[in-house]
């Protein structure tokens, strides 16, 4: 068996490769094509590395969470260069073969929303199977919360046994716990490491989302988006979101 293996067939590539299917005879659909579907290869791998340190957070393993958490921050590192491969295409490019999108978008991305229900950001979207999946339990920040709390660090219990699909709303009991983290951080060293992984992720994913913004912007301009949306208003707005909401606020108490 090891002896026929080749790259091609490890990888798949005959599937890997034809899997491309152009709707237009116009050069860059293809370009937007495959920045879309290595999107989803990322965000794919992006659940294979949160599942797992959710669940040694969840644990109580947090020094081994570290270094799946740190691998998710630079994919996304990965994922936010693409938008300049894709903003390479002019406003011109782009209108030859939009109408063929219909009415599909990025916005249906269920790994999306996954990953954001994962981190904590709840609420919004398409929900699909993965995303309504992840919402029924609890969070990456909901099991850091967990952490701290067990730690011995006054966490409410609204924050611990709250509705999981429902919005998060920020607590500043919990953020005077952090607090106290980030204020003694070598007698904290592990709850801190942690926290600052997690700002990691919620910083890769801001730059995200603001480059996500500028691409736009620059290709379609004030257009509304393809699947309904507002286009770039709507993405502006989400430019606020914080999967980690404290961890920001905190900064402010130090």
């Not at 067939?9 to 370009?31: F, G, N, V, W």
């Not at 270094?67 to 921050?73: E, F, I, N, P």
């Not at 954001?116 to 709840?122: K, Q």
């Not at 691409?215 to 988006?225: D, E």
Request: aromatic letters at 10%; charged letters at 25%; glycine letters at 6%.
């Amino acid at each position: 068996m090891t002896e026929s293996m080749t790259y091609g067939r490890y990888l798949a590539l005959d599937r890997l490769l034809t899997a491309q299917h152009p709707l237009s005879d116009r050069h860059d659909e293809l370009l937007f094509i495959i920045i879309h579907q290595t999107k989803e290869l990322w965000l794919k791998q992006m659940i294979a590395e949160l599942l797992p340190a959710k669940a040694l957070v969840r644990e109580g393993r947090l020094i081994e969470a570290y270094k799946g958490l740190a691998r998710v921050s630079r994919i996304q590192a990965v994922m936010t260069l693409s938008w300049d491969v894709l903003a390479t295409m002019t406003p011109s490019d782009y209108t030859h073969f939009r109408e063929v999108l219909g009415p599909s978008s990025g916005f249906q991305s269920d790994q999306f929303r996954a990953v954001e229900t994962l981190l904590g950001v709840r609420g919004g979207g398409v929900p699909g199977p993965l995303t309504t999946e992840f919402a029924a339990q609890p969070s990456l920040w909901d099991d850091a919360n967990a952490a701290l709390a067990r730690a011995g660090f006054d966490v409410p219990a609204e924050a611990l046994t709250r509705n999981w699909p429902e919005k998060y709303e920020p607590s500043d009991a919990v953020r005077e716990a952090w607090t106290v983290v980030y204020r003694d951080p070598t007698t904290h060293w592990d709850l801190y490491q942690l926290a600052e992984k997690l700002v990691d992720i919620d910083d890769a994913l801001a730059t995200w989302r603001h480059k996500h913004v500028l691409t736009v912007s620059r290709v379609i301009g004030g257009k509304r988006g393809t699947g309904g949306t507002a286009g770039v208003p709507y993405l502006e707005s989400t430019l606020v979101k914080r999967a980690f909401p404290e961890l920001w606020s905190l900064r402010t108490d130090l």
